[in-house]
């Protein structure tokens, strides 16, 4: 206090010498140049003001230098990031959230960019700002050539976290607690890059993703908590194990790069999330999904490297896929089991999805954005099941029982196989007439007596080249059982009474074999007659009982199964044997027995432990029902058809 008052006082002297020698100054001025210079009374004043100005700005100044400083608002986390934008860029040694920001835009810019050259039709580009510091990019592309709706959207949001949000946050980061007190609030900033493409082809699948990171601020703008977040998912609306293996494949790829834990880890959480509950199936058939990758996974550069390497690996993935399915042809029936399946979509995102949930309950969210994941169009039917046995139905079972699937067995690759040979387009209109492409033999030929393998254009032989590879020696006879019209499917028709009737009253007319017409009705049996003993004039008679005429077999796709002594020796060799399982003293548990053999007369599991297994057992009449049952449109003029009421059913089968 003594030394303030001394200050003031040596003050107030220096203030009284200055008015003094202003007062001389100003007095000797004027006596010499009062009258010979006009300007006297303007720098009079002048003058006296500045000496005014000093002694009343020194004594503030010392004022403000003795009292408490003027408090002023410190800067924003959003306008820390921006100030640094503006003078360093983003570099390798900028903050994650600078870093994160910068790599999901350019993500976006790639996959917008791969998806306009696949559909041809340009993305609308909308950018927005939010108030409280960052924005988004929003791109949506709508009625295009391939994809219905396709969203790709960025966001950057910066924020304050109140206390009870910090306090639930807590929950699964301790560590956001610093001194075991909880702060009132907390700035914030996440930002994520998010994508949904609902393809226009029902055979094509919906695909989502989102990758995000998420961090707290401390008082001086260094990161405080932080985390990562993602995943992608495969929604198809008809399984193509290719596609899901594929997609799974890659995924698990990237993965096992920077940990192996990670793929099982995430895909069983995939399955777990989007999951519909009140329907008891999931979304779709997963891929990986995780939350909450903080430092107690690994260090940030790795978890970060881990994010950029799963986000740059989706648009080789998904482009493959889609450019497979997007010209596939399709009928009404399985465009409107497309729009079902989005029905479930949709029903998920709204009444599961936690991120949708938080968007719609956020104020000032912007609306479009968050509902950009939906799609254009979809259907709801009261009571609607598939039918046993279809496609659709398969699909189910595999939405209800999640599996992985990051490798192609023997089963998956035939599926796979007669799935793109199912859809093999014709050549033309009249699905009889022979290929184009071909020169005819004769052309008295008929197109009743045309080799079916006309009918396969030059583009898509390489189909069937494949599965004559895979089962060598058996396409060609299975296609001159075709050719020859050996085959005939037999339907189960209940209304049929094969019962001898009452004297008096009219008798049952017989049926006789019909040209196949493609149905959705499932043949119960295939009858398959032998090519050495069949007479080209004769076909499946009257009366009798059937093992009084030609040799025939008894093909049944349910169960995988003929009759043949081919098919039973393919299904001994598919089993397994080694030296090992000789010894009566090993124990063999009954598991390990399901997951080897092939059970006779039945579908099992693929053999994928032990590589000296033969794979699917088959056989050429099998291998004709097949083909003749899955490519029906083409091939179905080559095969019989015949109702038959279960009397006859159970003599056929019985060989009486």
């Not at 009079?44 to 020194?58: E, K, M, N, P, W």
């Not at 719609?360 to 039918?387: K, Q």
């Not at 254009?457 to 050719?483: C, E, K, W, Y």
Request: hydrophobic residues 35%; neutral net charge; charged residues 25%.
């Amino acid at each position: 206090m003594a030394s303030r008052r001394s200050t003031i006082r040596l003050l107030s002297q220096c203030k009284a010498k200055a008015q003094l020698g202003s007062r001389r100054t100003l007095s000797s001025f004027s006596n010499s140049s009062r009258t010979s210079n006009p300007t006297f009374a303007l720098l009079t004043r002048y003058l006296g003001l500045t000496a005014f100005g000093l002694l009343v700005s020194v004594p503030l100044a010392y004022k403000m230098a003795i009292d408490e400083p003027l408090k002023m608002d410190a800067l924003s986390l959003a306008e820390r990031d921006q100030q640094s934008k503006r003078e360093e860029g983003v570099t390798d040694k900028s903050p994650m959230r600078l870093r994160m920001e910068k790599f999901v835009k350019e993500q976006q810019q790639e996959i917008v960019k791969a998806l306009e050259e696949v559909d041809g039709t340009k993305f609308r580009v909308d950018e927005w700002q939010r108030k409280e510091g960052g924005g988004g990019i929003t791109c949506c592309l709508q009625d295009g050539k391939v994809f219905e709706k396709a969203g790709v959207g960025v966001s950057v949001v910066y924020g304050t976290l109140p206390k009870p949000a910090i306090l639930k946050m807590s929950a699964n980061h301790k560590n956001i607690i610093e001194g075991g007190e909880i702060p009132d609030s907390l700035e914030f900033f996440a930002a994520g890059l998010s994508l949904i493409v609902h393809p226009k082809n029902p055979m094509s699948p919906t695909v989502h993703l989102n990758y995000r990171y998420f961090e707290t601020a401390k008082p001086d703008g260094t990161s405080g908590t932080w985390w990562f977040g993602g995943g992608s998912d495969l929604t198809p609306n008809y399984l193509f194990d290719e596609d899901a293996v594929q997609f799974h494949k890659d995924l698990k790829e990237v993965c096992d790069k920077h940990n192996k834990d990670y793929f099982p880890r995430f895909k069983k959480w995939c399955d777990e999330y989007f999951y519909n509950k009140h329907r008891g199936e999931s979304r779709g058939i997963g891929g990986i999904f995780f939350d909450d990758l903080d430092e107690s996974v690994s260090d940030k550069e790795n978890i970060f490297a881990f994010i950029q390497d799963s986000l740059r690996s989706f648009i080789p993935t998904y482009t493959a896929i889609v450019n497979r399915r997007k010209d596939m042809p399709f009928t009404p029936e399985e465009k409107d089991w497309q729009q079902i399946r989005r029905g479930r979509y949709v029903e998920f995102n709204l009444v599961h999805d936690r991120g949708t949930s938080f968007g719609l309950n956020t104020p000032g969210a912007r609306v479009e954005s968050i509902l950009m994941s939906m799609p254009l169009t979809a259907r709801w039917e009261y009571m609607h099941d598939p039918a046993p046995g279809s496609r659709e139905a398969r699909l189910v079972e595999v939405l209800k029982n999640p599996k992985e699937m990051t490798q192609l067995t023997p089963r998956k690759i035939l599926t796979a196989l007669l799935n793109r040979i199912s859809s093999i387009p014709l050549s033309s209109d009249d699905p009889s007439s022979p290929s184009p492409n071909i020169k005819s033999e004769s052309p008295e030929t008929s197109s009743s007596n045309s080799n079916p393998l006309r009918l396969v254009p030059i583009s898509h032989r390489h189909l069937l080249i494949t599965l004559h590879v895979l089962f060598p020696g058996m396409v060609l006879p299975a296609f001159d059982l075709l050719d020859r019209k050996l085959i005939t499917r037999l339907l189960l028709d209940s209304s049929l009474n094969w019962i001898k009737p009452e004297p008096g009253t009219k008798e049952e007319p017989e049926t006789s074999p019909k040209a196949y017409t493609p149905s959705k009705q499932t043949a119960e049996v295939y009858v398959v007659y032998s090519s050495a003993s069949h007479n080209n004039n004769q076909g499946l008679k009257q009366g009798g009982g059937y093992s009084t005429r030609q040799k025939y077999y008894i093909v049944s796709l349910k169960a995988w199964n003929c009759t043949c002594a081919a098919f039973a020796f393919a299904t001994v060799q598919g089993v397994p044997i080694s030296d090992d399982n000789i010894n009566i003293d090993i124990d063999i548990s009954e598991e390990t027995k399901k997951e080897n053999e092939w059970s006779f007369g039945g579908l099992t599991l693929d053999n994928n432990s032990n590589e000296k297994g033969g794979g699917i057992p088959i056989c050429k009449h099998l291998l004709a029902c097949l083909l003749a049952e899955r490519w029906s449109n083409a091939l179905g003029e080559y095969v019989m058809e015949k109702r038959v009421g279960k009397e006859e059913m159970a003599g056929v089968v019985a060989d009486i």
